[in-house]
Nanobody, 123 residues
Framework: QVQLVESGGGLVQAGGSLRLSCAAS????????MGWHRQTPGNQRELVAT???????DYADSVKGRFTISRDNVKNTVYLQMNSLKPEDTAVYYC?????????????????WGQGTQVTVSS
């Protein structure tokens, strides 16, 4: 299978910045879309940003102009640069990726999630 490991969360004051990273590992053949979601207690997980293998990106309205998603296809890593952070950005951020992985000569689809990283923005 494919594992995703996130890093970069933490505590920051309002107006500050953080950069999240998520590295995919395993017998990866290809990765299609990669993205970031976030979740607060009692609420559903919501999409923050996605990026295709070709570099096309999409954002939730609440983060447009403040967050930037990017990826390194050689390192199988996706990043989320978060600027002008607000207290309402506080959440656990999860990385997601889908694509194909290999077992011997066979290819399988995967849709994997990271373990989550806490982002806390103080006012």
């Amino acid at each position: 299978q494919v594992q995703l490991v996130e890093s970069g969360g933490g505590l920051v004051q309002a107006g500050g910045s953080l950069r999240l990273s998520c590295a995919a590992s395993g017998s990866i053949v290809s990765i299609n879309a990669m993205g970031w979601h976030r979740q607060t207690p009692g609420n559903q997980r919501e999409l923050v940003a996605t990026i295709t293998s070709g570099g096309s990106s999409d954002y939730a309205d609440s983060v447009k102009g403040r967050f930037t998603i990017s990826r390194d296809n050689v390192k199988n890593t996706v990043y989320l640069q978060m600027n002008s952070l607000k207290p309402e950005d506080t959440a656990v951020y999860y990385c997601n990726a889908n694509g194909q992985y290999r077992v011997l000569t066979l290819w399988f689809d995967f849709d994997s999630w990271g373990q989550g990283t806490q982002v806390t923005v103080s006012s």
